[in-house]
Each structure stands twice: as C-alpha cells, then as structure tokens.
C-alpha cells in the first residue's frame, strides 16, 4: 500500500465524516433499504425521483447519498426474497431460491444474518477493489483519445443491449433511438439548434431527468395499478439469527467465489448484479458435493447470490467514475447529476475533484456498515412495509417525481415532457424491451457524436482510424464478438440453467 | 406472417428513422472529415430505420412472434392524465390544486370505491408537499394562485 493511497483515504474519511455526509449518507441508506424492500419501487426510480432535489446540495453529499440508495436496495433486497419469496428487487431472484426454504424451515434468521454478514463482506472487498484499481484505470483512460472514446462508447452500448435484451434487434432499436434523441438541441460545433421543433424546452436537448422518470417511474406506475398484488398475510418466525458452525463453513468459499464472480461482472455494462447472481448460483451449484440440496434451503445458495449481487452493485460504479462511461441506469443518472452539478465525468475526476472520489469510497463502506446495523436487528420493521398497498404509495411516488422534473428547470414542458416518454415506455415494455438502453443512449449520445466527429476531424474522414489504434481495434472486436459470448451468459440462458442443475 | 412485437416494434423503428432522417437532411451535412449538425443524426436514423427494416423481415420469416398486449390500457391514460392535469394546474392554480388533481386522477378509479381514502391521501400530500417543498427546500413554487403569473 502506497503513501499516496493511505493520503488519498485519509482525505476521503474527513470528507465522509463531516456530519452533513455521514447524515447523507445514513439517509441513502435507509432509503435504499426501504425501496429494496418495496416491490414495484425499484433503485433507479427512487434516484430518478430524488435526483433535481439533490441539485440543491453539494456534488459530494449528492452523490454520497443517491449511491447509498442504490447499494442500500441491492443489500435489502433479499430481506424479502427469504422472509415471503417475493423479490423487493428483481436481482434478489435467486435468494428465493434458497432463502424461502430455509426460512420455511425455521431458518429465516440464519438466511437473513447470513445475507447480512456476506452482503457486509462483499461490499469490504469491492470498497477496497474500487479504491486500488480506479486510480491506475483512470490513468489508462487519460491515454484515450477520441478514436478511442468513440469505440469504448459503442462497446459499452452494445453490451448492454446484449444483456438486457429479450429481442436482440428491438433493443437495439432502443438504443439508437436514445442517441437520437441525444442529438436534440444546441450543436455545440455550429450553434445550430436541431430538432427542437420551435420550442424552448428543447434549445438544451432533452431533460434525463425527464426521460428516466417517464420510462421507469411512471412506465412502472402504469404496470403496477393495473395488478394489484396480493401480498401472502403470515411471515415466518424468526427464531435464532446465529448460524451454525457448519453453515458458515459452508457459506464462506461460497461468499469468496460470489465476490469474485459479482466484482468482475459488476464492472460489464448492463444488468451486471442480476447476472452475477445467477452465475453465482449456477458455480455454486455445479461445484456442490450434493447439488440436490439446492432449491431446498441450501446456505451457499443464498451466501454466494448474495455476495455476487452486492459486489457487482458496487464495482459497477468503477466504469462510472474512472471512465465517464456508465454501466447501467443507475449509473447513468448519477453521471447526469455530476454534469449538472457543473463536474465533467472521465478520468480527470479523480485527479480534479479527489474529495468527491474519495469521500465517496470511503462513504460506501461506512454505509455498508450501517447496512448491517440497519437490516438486522430492524428486519421486522422492513417486512412490515410489504403490508403497505401499492395503491397508497403511488400516488406519493406520482407526486415526487412530478415536483422534481418540475424543480430542475421550473418548467412544466419537462412535466410534459416526461409524460410523453411514460407513454414510451409503456409501449417499450409490451415490446418486452428494457429501458435502460434507450437512457444510456441519451446521455452517451453527445459525447459519442462529440468523439465521433472529433476522430474523422483529425484522421481527415478516414473511417480506418478506429482500426488503426489498437485499443480501439481491441474495442471494436470485443464489440463484434458480445453477441456470441452472451448467448451462453445471457439472463434467460442462466436461467435455465439454474432450472436444469436442479 | 404474423403481426407482433417484431413486427409493430419494426413498423415504429422505420417510421421513426425515416422521419427522423427527412429532418436531419435538412440541416447542413457536412462531410465525413468536416461534419455539419445534420451528418450524426442522419447517420443513426438511417440505422434505426434499418433497424426497423430487418425486425420487420425477422417478424415476416419467425413464424412465432410474440403478440403485443396493450390491455389494460387505461393504465397508461389514467397516470399520463393525472401528470398533465398536474403540470396545467401548477401554472395557473398552485402546488395544492395541482396535487389534488394528481391524486384524484390518478385514484380515479377508486373514486367511488374509497372515497375518504383518496382525500386523506390528498390532504397529506398536499400538505406534505407544501412544508418540504415550499417551506423547507425553497422551491419558487406558489401554495394557491389565480390564473398564469
């Protein structure tokens, strides 16, 4: 360990620890594990949701608290998986799997604090991964030029269209739509307004904000009045909360391999926890001496999923923060809060704002750590939130998310606005397509035209310059080469994997 | 042939591309070392509409495309209506009229139902939203208003 990280560390606890980010961060925290719990109330909602209001308060403490959200409803997700087999977040799926069993066997506490305690583990690990191997990545992507930006940002869109997608060409269709609609407003090279159809509201492009809540909050509201769940009325006693000696020597080679799994499937743009936690549970499966214990309350498969899950919740941010690049739209919209916050995302962030990188690192752990403090001994209070109907919170979540859009530029076109893409949305999700792409597309739109056009101005319009720099070539082959490696990694593939291995 | 996902998702894409690169035509294009405003966007719309192209012909060659269901719709009118009653009346009556109006439209089908129920929902909101907003984050935001200001 190096002089320089321990200084960098030392700053990053001083800025963690003022008393507005600890609160921040606290208060990130127990959002997020109140939307982890909350079916129909997902990570990427609640920051499109609170994200305008965070524009009143440092970049810093923003980012603290929208990242809180997102870890928080990643470790709280399982919380109910285990307690009623009902996923708070669709990457908790897999703890159904074996958490329900168990708790079914008088076990829910042992699942819980297992979950607990591997969640706290994974989350240690990738704080640490984050903080020594952003600084050499960031390093790497200083050396980028536009040729390689350029490819980078088409490598990361293509992978999260391969991995979100049911439909391979509709997705795709998604995504290329988002950068259209990235394309809208001033041309920074000629000062020329497009697309904006006579009207003011669009002179500065089409709002994120308002794009990301009409496609996942309202698009999410309109899915789920029409169903009104039916929530299961017992829950299972939690009897004990201490595990076994054999079930933590059971759970930690699976807690080891889950981290590893979710660290480096985390840091891949698209659906990196769901997936991670499936590969997780497929390893664990495969490499168990008795596979037929899996699906009925086996520990490894809630200890593996879980560390996967939370590792890959975390290390996702990497992409975010060293290369500009988001790698899911949680991400996405975080990078869109620091470039209003006046911050220009890249690997200039750490050197330029190191109080924001750092501060934030060490946040993430101190928030882990409430994390642990928080769920356990309050689980209770958690899964009585289920019992709250749906038709009670929506409104609230309407009203939210309206005031916001409204606040970023008190203007009701951006209510409008975003009531246009709610309808997008809806059409995009009896597409059966994800959202996701189409937001990635509008906030890496500019900056892939911006590159684009910057690599032909300086190759003088030849189209062989993204084949003659290697790491661009290298980008351009993984690119070309996605579609096949993810037939076999893909969501539905694993899926059925882990039906079949059982 | 059959007329589902592909096949509508397509039929949007290419209308879309289409129009989309009509618009882009008419601005300046440039050249590929020297690219006006119009040569990126024409450039992706061109793509989306063929994109929409070959969903369409996978949707005429699959002989099972899955068939788009829009029911329930009103789903998608009731919230979309509630939203925009809620930014009309935030221009001309204020923050309280216009989370009335979000409530009770979006409730509207309750409306009947559990009458009492939306009006306590309302009348928290309301004043939640007032003290949050108004008071403590200082929103330029008025409680009541008459008429655009």
């Known amino acids: ?140 992507a200083l050396l980028f030029g536009p040729p390689e930006y350029t490819t980078m940002i088409l490598m990361a869109l293509v992978t999260i269209v391969v991995l979100s997608s049911t439909s391979l060409v509709l997705t795709l269709g998604t995504a290329v739509l988002g950068l259209l609609l990235g394309t809208v407003g001033t041309d920074l090279n000629t000062g020329i307004i ?56 059971r759970s930690w080679g699976a807690a080891l391999r889950g981290t590893a799994i979710g660290g480096v499937l985390g840091l891949m743009p698209g659906t990196g926890p769901l997936i991670s936690s499936f590969a997780s549970y497929v390893v664990e499966k495969q490499i168990a001496k ?50 209003i916050q006046g911050i220009t995302p890249g690997p200039q962030v750490m050197t330029e704002h190191p109080d924001l990188f750092w501060g934030l690192v060490v946040s993430m752990w101190l928030g882990n750590t409430m994390l642990l403090v928080l769920n356990l001994p309050l689980v209770g209070v958690w899964v009585r939130l289920l019992a709250i109907p749906y038709r009670l919170l929506y409104p609230g979540i309407l009203m939210f998310c309206c005031i916001g859009v409204y ?46 056009r910057r690599a032909l101005l300086l190759s003088r319009g030849e189209l062989t ?9 290298g980008f351009l082959i993984v690119t070309a080469l996605l579609p096949f490696v993810f037939l076999f990694t893909s969501r539905q593939a694993l899926a059925r994997r882990s039906h079949q291995a059982g | 042939m059959t007329t589902g996902r592909l096949f509508w998702g397509g039929l949007v894409f290419f209308g879309v591309g289409s129009a989309w690169a009509v618009l882009a035509a008419s601005y300046p294009i440039g050249t590929a070392s020297k690219m006006g405003p119009g040569y990126f966007p024409l450039v992706l719309a061109v793509l989306l509409a063929v994109i929409g192209l070959i969903a369409i012909t996978q949707a005429a060659l699959t002989p099972s ?85």
């Open chain 1, 194 to 249: 497009r697309f904006s159809f006579g009207s003011n509201g669009l002179v500065d492009g089409v709002s994120f904000v308002s794009l990301a809540v009409g496609v996942f909050a309202f698009a999410e509201v309109m899915a789920h009045i029409a169903a009104e769940t039916h929530r299961p009325a017992e829950r299972p006693k939690i009897s004990s909360l201490i595990p076994t000696r054999q079930d933590l020597a």
């Open chain 1, 1 to 140: 360990m190096s002089m320089e990280l321990l200084q960098h560390l030392s700053l990053g606890i001083q800025v963690a620890l003022t008393p507005e980010n600890f609160l921040f961060c606290l208060l990130g925290a127990t959002l997020g594990t109140v939307v982890g719990v909350l079916p129909g109330l997902g990570p990427t909602t609640t920051i499109a949701m609170l994200l305008p209001l965070t524009f009143k308060i440092p970049a810093t403490s923003a980012l603290i608290m929208l990242s809180g959200i997102y870890y928080g409803a990643h470790h709280a997700g399982s919380t109910t998986s285990i307690m009623l087999n009902m996923p708070g977040e669709p990457t908790s799926i897999v703890i159904c799997l074996d958490g329900y069993p168990m708790a079914r066997q008088g076990r829910a506490g042992v699942a819980l604090c297992i979950a607990a305690l591997v969640s706290f583990f994974a989350g240690c690990v990738c704080t640490v991964a984050i903080a020594l191997f952003s600084p050499p990545l960031a390093r790497v």
């Open chain 1, 290 to 339: 008795d596979p037929t214990r899996f699906g009925n309350g086996a520990v490894e498969g809630v200890a593996g999923p879980e560390a996967a899950n939370n590792a890959a919740a975390l290390t996702h941010f990497i992409p975010m923060l060293t290369l500009g690049i988001p790698a899911g739209s949680a991400m996405a919209l975080m990078l869109g809060a620091l470039i």
């Open chain 1, 465 to 473: 310059v993204f084949i003659q720099h290697p790491i661009s070539l």
């Open chain 1, 407 to 452: 606040s970023l530029n008190n203007s009701t076109f951006d209510v409008f606005l975003a009531t246009g893409f709610g309808v997008l949305g809806f059409g995009l999700k009896k597409l059966g397509c994800a959202p996701a792409p189409l937001l990635l597309g509008l906030i890496l739109g500019p900056l892939l035209e911006e590159n684009f």
């Open chain 2, 65 to 149: 495309d899955a068939p788009v269901q829009m029911r329930p719709f009103w789903p998608c009118v009731v919230v979309s209506a509630a939203v925009v009653a809620f930014g009309l009346l935030l221009d001309t009556a204020g923050l309280v009229p216009a989370v009335l109006g979000l409530v009770v439209i979006s409730g509207g089908q309750r409306l009947r139902s559990r009458p009492l129920e939306l009006l306590i929902i309302a009348t928290i909101l309301a004043t939640g939203a007032t003290l949050l907003f108004i008071r403590g984050l200082q929103l330029p935001l008025a409680v009541f208003q008459f008429g655009e200001q």
